[in-house]
């Protein structure tokens, strides 16, 4: 994804806008993400931290695990963002809904994550590599 790629939540209180080229982009089959999207996987696009900007609103910070806080529309609820609390010297970055983005079309997944808790009635037809865990696993 290269900038300009603007995106938001869906009622439209939440507008972000990307200044900074994704570094890593793929699915997360985590059981976490699973239930805060409501969906058997998400698509993560990671941008440097100051790589979005919040045109209008600002998501509401989750703490959903000790490591992560996840972001999210305080109006609609739309899931938006992921984030770790922690960093360890370089910048994690910020994981953004790929599917939030206006136009998501452009998004090119590089692998999947979680693969040991993917839903085993969702058909993955790619050749991209699935890790079973994280994505040093
Ligand atoms: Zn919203
Ligand atoms: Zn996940």
Do not use: N
Not at 34 to 39: D, N
Not at 57 to 86: D, H, I, K, N
Not at 97 to 118: K, N, R
Request: with cysteine.
């Amino acid at each position: 994804m290269t900038p300009p790629a603007a995106g938001g939540c869906q009622c439209g209180a939440v507008r972000y806008r990307l200044t900074a080229p994704a570094t890593w982009t793929g699915y997360c089959h985590c059981r976490m993400c699973q239930r805060a999207h409501g969906a058997p996987a998400v698509v993560w696009l990671t941008v440097p931290s100051d790589g979005i900007v919040f045109d209008r609103g600002a998501p509401q910070w989750y703490r959903s695990s000790p490591e992560a806080e996840r972001g999210f529309c305080t109006m609609c609820g739309s899931p938006l963002a992921w984030r770790p609390v922690a960093t360890r010297g370089d910048d994690p970055g910020i994981d953004i809904a790929a599917t939030t983005l206006d136009d998501s079309t452009a998004v090119a997944p590089q692998m999947h994550l979680w693969c040991d808790s993917a839903m085993p009635w969702l058909a993955i037809d790619d050749h991209l590599p699935r890790k079973p865990q994280g994505r040093a696993s």
